[in-house]
């Protein structure tokens, strides 16, 4: 048991029946009035982030949320296959728990799948990857310096902004968390 006086970005606890992991947290003592904590709070089963405001000090329980690494397989219609390591064991995740996550699976890679007990509340994906652009307008050629840039589909389906001189079949190294472009890869 836990109290809202030790969150921790990362951790998981269930609240009003709810798997919460916090994003972000702020202790408040205001000059009047008692303290509490602001947090902004996702979801695990839903996916939604909201901002929810605990008294100091409020009990909560912390879960441990168990990461399994499991290799993607293939997309079935609303469903993604994956493959545990260590039992061959096939699992159907439901695409609607995974969120923008689907747009950096690639298959056979690994994937880290976030357990509770048996029930799968999502995926992770590796923070940084390169993949590859399939699509995007003709790049211009000199141009590296302009701050401008422009829409670029990869090859597991995301679109990125990536600069000017960003041609189809070039490597590019993306942030995944927050959908960026990084630098293009040179192999």
Do not use: W
Request: glycine share 8%; aromatic share 8%; hydrophobic share 35%.
């Amino acid at each position: 048991m836990a109290t809202t006086n030790d969150l921790f970005n990362g951790m998981v606890f269930e609240y009003d029946g709810d798997l919460l992991m916090v994003n972000e947290f702020q202790h408040v003592k205001p000059g009047k009035g008692p303290a509490f904590v602001r947090a902004k709070v996702k979801n695990l089963r839903t996916g939604s982030i909201v901002e929810r405001t605990f008294r100091a000090g409020e009990k909560v329980d912390q879960v441990r949320v168990e990461e399994k690494t499991m290799q993607y397989l293939y997309r079935d219609s609303d469903h993604f296959v994956c493959m545990d390591n260590d039992t061959y064991e096939q699992v159907h995740i439901d695409g609607a728990i995974l969120g923008d996550q689907v747009n950096y699976m690639k298959e056979n890679e690994n994937v880290k799948v976030l357990m509770f007990g048996q029930e799968i509340l999502g995926v992770n994906v590796e923070p940084f990857m390169d993949l590859e652009v399939t699509e995007t307008d003709p790049g211009l050629k000199g141009n590296t310096v302009a701050g401008g840039t422009k829409p670029a589909t990869l090859e597991t389906g995301a679109v990125v902004k990536v600069p000017l001189f960003i041609n189809v079949g070039d490597v590019v190294k993306v942030d995944t968390r927050d959908n960026r472009y990084i630098e293009r890869v040179t192999k």
